[in-house]
């Protein structure tokens, strides 16, 4: 593992990790524009990850999961600092608030409990739903009150992303990391 960490795009990946107690700190204090920046710079930190290991020839197994453990820390944690911070943001809307995250977390738990490990898909309906979301909350913490349009997107995308996730792990017996989209997937079963 220590030898992973060498890599460039796993170094970035793992400043977003470090950043995660700041963004606690930050977001037990109440500073929601710090936690917004915090969360604009990871944004930032989860693009280039993927994209310089693309562009280095170091896309590794290791990566993919670090990113996406990475990942599995920062959604639910970024969730609190709104209950937190922007409470209304999530308890207007708290019955789309429950199906998003509960499709988003069922799908991550099928993966677990399926492939005893995080299924790594790199949808292209999950790259939409994570810069809409990053968005959302940015905006969100920065710029108060929340925009609804921004939210509804931001659970649309995530609602279409876990289902599209939850149906191909299901239907297939092993994970496929270069499937983009359910379509592909179909026409390759047929």
Request: net charge positive; aromatic share 10%.
């Amino acid at each position: 593992m220590i030898g992973q960490l060498r890599l460039v795009p796993n170094q970035l990946t793992a400043a977003r990790l470090v950043l995660l107690p700041i963004l606690w700190a930050l977001a037990l204090r109440g500073d929601g524009v710090a936690v917004g920046v915090g969360l604009a710079v990871s944004f930032s930190l989860d693009f280039s990850d993927g994209f310089v290991a693309r562009r280095l020839g170091q896309t590794s197994s290791f990566g993919s999961k670090f990113d996406s453990a990475v990942d599995a820390f920062i959604g639910p944690s970024a969730i609190v600092w709104l209950l937190l911070i922007e409470p209304s943001t999530i308890l207007d809307h708290l019955p789309l608030a429950i199906a998003w995250f509960a499709l988003t977390y069922v799908s991550i738990a099928v993966g677990l409990i399926k492939f005893r490990r995080f299924a790594n898909l790199h949808l292209r309906s999950s790259r939409v739903a994570c810069v809409i979301q990053y968005a959302f909350l940015v905006d969100a913490f920065v710029a108060p009150p929340y925009q609804p349009v921004l939210l509804y997107a931001a659970a649309g995308a995530g609602i279409v992303s876990s289902l599209e996730t939850l149906l191909l792990q299901l239907a297939r017996p092993r994970v496929d990391e270069h499937l983009v989209s359910l379509v592909p997937a179909a026409r390759r079963a047929r």
